[in-house]
């Protein structure tokens, strides 16, 4: 059996990841794997996670299963955060997954179940993923158009051109803020636009939402996915805790299905639930735990949201120092976009050939599509960073 087996192609992220381990230079820069990272190159643990883990490592009483969906505590105190008021809680049905992956995974999984002709439109670019799993999975995808790789903005005439073509039933994969791999995202007449044509279209729209509180704020970053809630019949929602409460290793993550017919809601959870057995059976459980304690906390909530903000804040301050290094290494204003995208990814503009150029002159590691992650840099590595654009020619 095993000899039928073929190579699959390896994640270009995962594999960057390995290469800048494996770089014996000292003087090297990550700005590879979206991971957030301190001034000194640490992903540290929140404070407020931190309290927490203590607090359950105290009073927890028992390892047994939870349900199938993870614990319910976990899906309202998530719902509330994503969607805060926009829509009635019985009208969501909600399950824990292994990270927002996972999520994304029960997703397309319910999309092929409930309409197996779906096709799943994409924007160009995306998280590569998305794109891995859903060849994996045998789901036909459309790439709609987004960046403007001149402006570095989105091509938002070029988006609702290539919008038109999605047929009834057929799904539009939206990121709900900073734009994973662009740092372009949708201003609020744009998400307005965006869910007219899907309403007319009678498209489903799905909604990765991996980076809330990254971008302008907890409640301002979730503005777009609230409205698409609101506003359309059904939703998925694939929403991730890795970044924003910082326990990537522990897998936490939550799938919406938002109907706006609540008679649906018990069918849509028995679905999400039916799901999770049949791929892994129970969710993982502390992390979830944990974000459940911090959000349903006062003091633990106010604390997280306050380091939330101070990690959104040094990344935009980032952002400018490089935003204006360049400006000043370059003497024009062509690297202004770095200061107007958000979240933790920017994409440069820069050719495969100048990504190499700059890793292997420079010891910068960013993503071959020049993807790179604005938390990687410090207040040191931002003029390294500069140089480097400037001598790449970019
Ligand atoms: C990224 O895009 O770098 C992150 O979402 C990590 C990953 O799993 O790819």
Request: charged share 25%; hydrophobic share 40%; with cysteine.
């Amino acid at each position: 059996m095993f000899e039928n087996l073929k190579e699959q192609p390896a994640d270009k992220i995962l594999m960057l990841m390995q290469a800048y381990r494996e770089d014996p230079r000292e003087q090297k820069v990550d700005l590879g794997v979206g991971v957030y990272k301190d001034a000194s190159g640490n992903t540290p643990i929140m404070r407020a996670i931190k309290t927490a883990e203590k607090r359950l490592w105290e009073t927890e009483t028992t390892k047994s299963y939870t349900g199938l969906a993870g614990d319910p505590g976990f899906s309202d105190a998530m719902v509330n955060l994503v969607l805060g008021d926009s829509v009635p809680r019985e009208t969501v049905a909600a399950a824990a997954t292994p990270g927002g992956t996972g999520a994304v995974r029960q997703a397309f999984d319910l999309i092929r179940s409930a309409n197996p002709k779906a096709r799943v439109f994409v924007s160009d670019p995306t998280w590569p993923n998305h794109l891995s799993i859903l060849k994996h999975m045998g789901i036909e995808f459309v790439p709609y158009r987004y960046f403007d790789n001149e402006t570095r903005s989105v091509d938002f005439t070029g988006m609702i051109a290539d919008l038109h073509q999605v047929m009834p039933g057929d799904v539009v994969l939206l990121h709900g803020c900073c734009h994973n791999p662009t740092g372009a995202n949708l201003n609020l007449s744009q998400w307005k636009a965006v869910i007219e044509l899907l309403l007319e279209r009678e498209a489903v729209p799905m909604i990765d939402i991996a980076y809330q509180g990254f971008g302008d704020g907890l409640d301002t970053d979730a503005e777009g996915v609230r409205l698409v809630a609101e506003k359309m019949p059904e939703v998925l929602i694939a929403a991730s805790c890795s970044k924003n409460f910082g326990i990537y290793r522990e897998r936490t993550g939550l799938l919406m299905a938002v109907s706006k017919d609540a008679s649906r809601t018990k069918l849509n959870q028995q679905t999400l639930n039916y799901l999770n057995r049949q791929n892994f059976s129970f969710p993982p459980d502390h992390g979830a735990r944990l974000v459940t304690m911090v959000l349903n906390d006062e003091e633990l909530r106010a604390d997280w949201a306050a380091e939330l903000e101070e990690v959104r804040t040094s990344m935009l301050g980032l952002r400018e120092q490089l935003a204006s290094e360049l400006q000043r290494l370059s003497g024009s204003d062509r690297f202004g976009f770095l200061a107007q995208h958000r979240g933790m990814f920017s994409r440069l503009g820069a050719t495969p050939e100048q990504v190499e150029t700059m890793r292997k002159d420079s010891g910068i590691y960013m993503v071959g599509d020049s993807r790179l992650n604005i938390a990687g840099l410090n207040k040191t590595t931002v003029p390294i960073l500069a140089e480097a654009i400037i001598k790449a020619g970019i």
